[in-house]
């Protein structure tokens, strides 16, 4: 049972386009995230999202709008595609157990996206 | 800001030769320090979470030490099939659902049969 689902997995497309990128959860979790892991592995955080909320924003292209329908999807779209853009992003939940804990994340597989 | 710095960027060790990983972290406000690996091709994959200076967990072969500026990722008897790439990531102090999870950039483990 696929706990973090992302759609499409390999995505090549030309400069200029607009993609989207759709991810769910079954895990119940209150809390998605999307991550850019570049050409070195360094994963970044781009955004995340508490119960619908925009909570993280980091500074990120305004091309770069999440979207959040309900708990259990978080989806990106991406205007005007670069090839800077060319990555692989991750989407990732968690649960917030309280204000003072830590709280591990899960991560889908990732959608390999190719701006030629 | 938050940094994390792990070390070796690779390791090739033979299978059942044991040794260690190491992630040095700055972050305010340690709210947990968490281990993943990472197969090519694949999402990371959540190993430990260690919340206070002198934890420790275990899984088969690793164990994850945390001291109050470094985590240890210590493998035992290493078998070919824990080869990928250990990522350590630590999340800080913040407001309540903005605690960001800041990552290192991974030690790639191969293990020589």
Known sequence: DTAVSQTPKYLVTQMGNDKSIKCEQNLGHDTMYWYKQDSKKFLKIMFSYNNKELIINETVPNRFSPKSPDKAHLNLHINSLELGDSAVYFCASSHAKDATSGYEQYFGPGTRLTVT | ?113
């Open chain 2, 1 to 113: 800001e938050d940094q994390v710095t792990q070390s070796p960027e690779a390791l090739r060790l033979q299978e059942g030769e044991s040794s260690s990983l190491n992630c040095s972290y700055t972050v305010s406000g340690l709210r947990g320090l968490f281990w993943y690996r990472q197969d090519p091709g694949k999402g990371p994959e959540f190993l430990f979470t260690l919340y206070s200076a002198g934890e420790e967990k275990e899984k088969e072969r690793l164990k994850a030490t945390l001291t109050k500026k470094e985590s240890f990722l210590h493998i035992t008897a290493p078998k070919p099939e824990d080869s990928a790439t250990y990522l350590c990531a630590a999340q800080g102090g913040g407001v309540f659902g903005n605690e960001k999870l800041t990552f290192g950039t991974g030690t790639r483990l191969t293990i020589i049969p």
